[in-house]
């Protein structure tokens, strides 16, 4: 069975369209034409030293990072997005695991490239014009983009159902990240979906909100060229102004987390009618607060509104909401539901033993069809535990608890287990406490989302017992291990951890003592006071019977 490479789209745009811009970047526009001849010459390049099939882009947003997604497919390869904010022991790992047949790199991506990295680094190295690593000499194949002149790749390369797109990786449990295999077919499916409601044509211009370790870079990159349209990348200056780029760009198509809601109105930039050349606004990764919504829907009056979900692991997203008034929110929470399953997709609400359960009964979201991942890169035992075969039918357990009402519509409890996200960066706390155990020198550790706003957490707060160490020596330690996103915002220094009935960690706990103000009073040493200690217990016990909000996600 056959399927559709990625890329085709651009390449039959570059054939009626050549001098319309596909990529604007910092004020440098690329056509079709031109985006199409160069991916087209990086996919002749890639298949040239073709062995595992996978392609690294240890870039930024960037019109380089999207040449080289592009060749990739184009290729019929694999492209692996490789963050910015991996700590160099994290890269080395990932670069051993892969085996790459070549990586391209941007000139963010070159400030990365030290001695250590650049021994693990592929022989073939795509690198963006005038850049170099400092302090490196890389001694590598290195192609710059300005010196690829030939078109050697022909058209995009015919591709069957099990052809791997690209592979996200998301943080683990175990400290060894899951790598998420998704599929080319997979990705169709989304994009066909998506294309029927958006009729995304060559008038429109899109904007690239995320980074391309996100998967919802996907959607903005590829919707975009499967459309004809502009896809216009925003900086991360430009990210803190998202109102004027709209403008200033005369963007129609957005997708983002919903925090960019949250900023615009904390800073007074989403005024009604203000973002007046929308049509089209969709909002994933996180909940998203039904206040916000009605306020994007007062500042984008000619926009319809989707609340879109879904994890990594089903491509993208693979439910839909849209949102107009009245609202349908999740009772109780204050968001806006996750609404009903794309078509070529199912979605069940599970009990522990893997059964469906009735409408109205909470349960974990399991997800089936098309558009699941493959599983996770080298873990096959992880895969077949979160892609279980039910009744005949492969399901995706997503770890949500969510919930179905008597309209068929899906809402988002929150999570089952302690994975969080904080600013669409999946993190899970069992990971951040391993890298606290060993910044710390103490095995009584924990992590805790903190504060936790409209379901979503906007940081993390961590706790260490029996350490000799103060906390701003433990949070040097960590800045060297794991990426900004994943760093406590605070350490807490205690001489007793709470426990639960079961002898575990109580995060519910700490989060009470967090709510009501109970920590946070040190001696010279910066450990919780003794008689802070004290009093912990029946403070605890006496804010949790006060405590009305629900319960903490993790």
């Known amino acids: 069975m056959t399927t559709r490479n990625l890329a085709r789209p651009l390449f039959q745009f570059a054939r009626s369209q050549p001098d319309a811009v ?19 010459a990086l996919a002749g390049r890639f298949a040239a030293v073709r062995s595992s099939g ?20 184009w290729a019929g390869l694999t492209y692996v997005p490789l963050s910015l904010k991996l700590p160099e022991e994290r890269l080395v790992e990932l670069l051993k695991a892969l085996a790459l047949d070549a990586i391209v790199i941007d000139h963010r991506g070159a400030g990365m490239i030290s001695a250590t990295v650049h021994e693990y680094l592929p022989k073939l190295v795509i690198m963006a014009a005038n850049v170099k690593p400092s302090g490196v000499s890389l001694g590598k194949d290195i192609v710059y983009l300005t010196d690829i002149k030939e078109i050697v790749g022909g058209e995009p390369a015919p591709i069957d159902s099990d052809n791997i797109a690209y592979i996200e990786f998301t943080s683990g449990t175990t400290g060894k990240p899951k790598g998420v295999m998704v599929p080319a077919i997979a990705v169709n499916n989304y994009l066909q979906v998506m294309q029927e409601w958006s009729g995304m044509s060559p008038t429109d211009r899109a904007a690239e909100t995320c980074d391309i370790t996100f998967d919802l870079s996907v959607h903005n990159m590829f919707l975009t060229w499967h459309g004809g349209a502009s896809l ?14 709209i403008r200033d760009h005369g963007i129609t198509c957005w997708l983002s987390v919903p925090s960019i809601i949250g900023l615009m109105r904390k800073t007074n930039m989403l005024k009604p009618a203000s973002l ?19 306020a994007w829907l007062e500042a984008a009056p000619n926009s319809r509104v989707d609340n879109i979900y879904g994890p990594t692991e089903a491509t993208i997203a693979c439910l839909r909401q849209v949102v107009e008034t009245p609202i349908a929110v999740t009772a109780g929470r204050g968001i806006v539901a996750i609404g009903c399953a794309f078509p070529g997709m199912s979605v069940a609400v599970f009990d522990q033993h893997n059964q469906k359960v009735k409408v109205g009964v909470p349960g974990e979201i399991a997800l089936c069809g098309i558009q699941l991942a493959r599983g996770y890169f080298g873990q096959p035992e992880l895969t077949r535990e979160r892609f279980p075969v039910i009744d005949g039918e492969r399901w995706y357990l997503t770890g949500d608890l969510g919930v179905e009402d008597e309209n068929g519509i899906f809402h988002h409890l929150g999570r089952l287990d302690n994975q969080i996200k904080i600013m669409g960066n999946r993190v899970e706390l069992e990971e951040v406490e391993m890298h606290l155990r060993a910044a710390s020198g103490s095995d009584e550790v924990a992590a805790v989302a903190w504060p936790i706003e409209h379901g979503s957490a906007t940081g993390i707060v961590g706790f260490v017992v029996n350490t000799k160490l103060r906390p701003e020596q433990i949070q040097a330690s960590l800045a060297e291990k794991v990426a900004s996103y994943m760093m406590p915002s605070d350490l807490h220094l205690m001489d007793a951890l709470p426990l639960n009935g079961n002898g575990k960690v109580d995060r519910a706990a700490l989060g009470i003592l967090l709510s009501h103000g109970l920590v946070g009073v040190r001696d010279g040493t910066g450990r919780q006071s003794a ?19 629900p319960a903490l996600q993790g």
């Open 22 to 40: 596909a990529i604007s970047s910092g004020g440098e526009a690329w056509s079709y034409g031109e985006t199409a001849r160069v991916a087209a």
């Open 232 to 245: 216009h990348i925003m900086s991360a200056i430009q990210m803190l102004q998202p109102a004027r780029f």
């Open 54 to 73: 996978r392609i690294g882009i240890l870039a930024s947003r960037s019109a380089v990072a999207c040449l080289g997604i592009l060749g990739t497919v």
């Open 531 to 549: 008689l802070e200690q004290m009093t912990v217990a029946p403070l605890v016990h006496r804010a949790a019977h006060l405590d009305k909000t």
């Open 276 to 294: 007046a050349s929308l049509r089209i606004s969709m909002f994933c990764g996180e909940p998203l607060p039904s206040g916000a919504a009605q």
